[in-house]
């Protein structure tokens, strides 16, 4: 479990150091625009990437500390049967889904590659920018693997639907 401590913590980093990045040259491409009347339209491509990134690995670390959005009304209400059902039902599209992000992502990555396509302002390799969607899709690989690991070996039930704040 020291691999995921370290992935968590790596996860963490970057979406954050991504996230602030992006924002700051957010921040300078409006003030350079709107108050001293000159367009940085190479930061606007900066921007979007750095962004994307953040909120791509930001996608795996929701699925980590359970905070993607869900529906639970009838989870929360019904039996043990049904529980395991909708857990193990879960589990399945949630890896699906990650190998699909994965092997499309791989697969717009590889295509851009060939084709050498750039970015209108920087030139930039968009290829590189399209390396999120295969990452994205493997961290969240890892991550339904690691619930799966917990619901099916170790027997937990982190489906998150205990959250105090919304028990009112």
Sequence with gaps: MKVLRALDLVESA?????FMFGI???LYSVF???VLGQSQSWATEIYTMLLVWAIFIGFSTALRDNKHIAIDILYDRAGPTFRKISQTLT??????FSI???WTGMDMV???YEQQIKTI???FPIWINYLIMPLAGLLLFIRFCEKAYRFFVKKEDDTGGDDIL???
């Design 14 to 18: 970057f979406s954050a150091l991504f």
């Design 100 to 102: 699909f992000i994965f």
């Design 110 to 112: 590889m295509t851009a």
């Design 32 to 34: 350079m625009r709107y």
């Design 91 to 96: 589990l399945l599209v949630g890896l699906f």
């Design 24 to 26: 700051a040259i957010s």
């Design 166 to 168: 919304w028990k009112q």
């Design 121 to 123: 302002d920087l030139g």
